[in-house]
């Protein structure tokens, strides 16, 4: 029988803070000068406190868009190898040791190969 699985408590979205530029620009791209707008969309706007922010809220600088998507990109492929299945260390070594014995004899063939057909070549021309 498998786990039993606890549901998710519903936390409360916290409204984000908007400065004054951030709210005119965000009502001249919807097209509508009314102020409703930023009531619907969950935002209040930063209230002019000695140019300091509302709360104890720290300011952040938003980082660069490709850190953002690298840093997810890690955060997925730690989660993709901690799924992949590692062989024991004794199969992974005789594996190793297996394929480059195998790449040895290969570069040897092709490397008698080379100079048998180069040897050819000069003897046609």
């Known amino acids: 029988m498998g786990r039993l699985q606890r549901k998710k408590t519903i936390k409360k979205k916290k409204k984000k803070i908007l400065s004054e530029d951030q709210r005119d620009r965000m009502l001249i791209e919807s097209g509508k000068d009314s102020k409703s707008t930023l009531a619907n969309t969950g935002f209040r706007p930063l209230k002019k406190d000695s140019g300091a922010l509302v ?17 997810q990109f890690l955060r997925e492929v730690k989660i993709e190898l901690k799924k992949v299945t590692w062989p024991p260390r004794n199969q992974a070594i005789s594996f190793t040791a297996v394929v480059l014995i195998l790449v040895f004899i290969f570069a040897i063939y092709f490397g008698i190969v080379d100079a048998g057909l180069s040897a050819l070549v000069r003897l046609v021309y």
Do not use: T
Not at 55 to 71: C, D, H, Y
């Open 55 to 71: 709360g104890n809220a720290p300011r952040v600088l938003k980082k660069p868009e490709f850190i953002e998507k690298s840093i």
